[in-house]
């Protein structure tokens, strides 16, 4: 039993499932990083500034979406 948890084992209550969702997350955000200076530094010059901002916040909110699922899962099993 872990000290001050009231009687709960944290290795019972999935969250061991944590650590691979952080790590997730880690490769999440450093893969849109390479993404966004890839795209800068190779496909961007034929859009326009706005194009490039679209593009922009559409892989920001497309990333922090797939993150908010994978996140809310998790979250749901404590919601019980």
Avoid: Y
């Avoid at 290795?11 to 966004?36: D, K, T």
């Amino acid at each position: 039993m872990v000290a001050g948890s009231a009687g709960m084992d944290w290795r019972q209550h999935g969250v061991g499932g944590m650590r691979s969702r952080v790590a997730a997350s880690i490769v999440a955000g450093v893969g849109w990083l390479v993404f966004i200076l890839l795209f800068a530094a190779f496909w961007a010059s034929p859009f326009t500034f706005f194009q490039n901002l679209v593009i922009f916040f559409v892989s920001i909110i497309l990333v922090l979406g797939l993150l908010g699922v994978m996140w809310a899962m998790w979250g749901m099993r404590w919601a019980r």
